[in-house]
């Protein structure tokens, strides 16, 4: 059983509608009784869900954020986006940033880094996404991917006490494969490695489910979780908290 202040996050990517809102009951139960201890739960719905998130979390402690934001901290003719001071003024305190998916369709380390620069002027708590691809992995470069991403993505980041980092290997993510225990150990603590400030924060994020979390919670070095699809399932959540504390 741990006794650590825990993250999960429950990134649900392009999922849900307003019909969504009543399989969150569970969770605002669950979230206010004492089953939860230390735990910090913080939802990231899609931008059209924010504002009703919100209202329905109006009474309770858990936390909202975006999926994403734009570069720019102004507004501008950039059809189809949302920066990070919109997603501050409509109530959100985190944004995840650099996820794989993202990465995928273009964005690279320098864009990340414009984007988080601009989420912190915002006063968003950034949960800055890293990991490596199969292909990479194989080749053993998961260490160099790691530090590059953190250093072009940081860049001239002096103050990171709000950023969040949350390691992600891309072949884990909706693939239901997990890192063995003892190399996410030690690529969890190569991470910490990296920030001066011993107090950072690192998550774990790929293919979380009630079944492994049991075997996660053991990697006493991980500050907490990044859940995808796990995460759009109230009593799947739920458990992956409560399997934490157990």
Known sequence: MTNKNMYFIANWKMFGDLRSLNSLDKVIK???SNKINKGRLIYCPPYTLISSFLKKFINCQIDIGGQNCHESEN?????GFVNSRMLKNIGANYVIIGHSENREKGENNKLINQKIKSALKAKLKVIFCIGESLTEKRKKKTKSIL????????????????IFIAYEPVWAIGTGI??????????VKFIKSKFKDKSSKV???GSVNPQNIKSL???NNIDGF???????NSKKFIDIVKKTYN
């Not at 507004?75 to 059809?79: D, H, K, W």
């Not at 530090?147 to 709000?162: A, F």
């Open 217 to 219: 919670k053991e990697i």
């Open 203 to 205: 998550l774990y994020g």
């Open 30 to 32: 669950f979230s206010k």
């Open 178 to 187: 997990v890192p063995k225990s003892k190399d996410l150990l030690k690529i």
């Open 226 to 232: 990044l859940i995808g699809g796990a995460s759009q």
């Open 75 to 79: 507004s501008g003719p950039y059809t």
């Open 147 to 162: 530090s590059k991403q953190i250093k072009v993505g940081l860049d001239k980041i002096k103050n990171k006490k709000n």
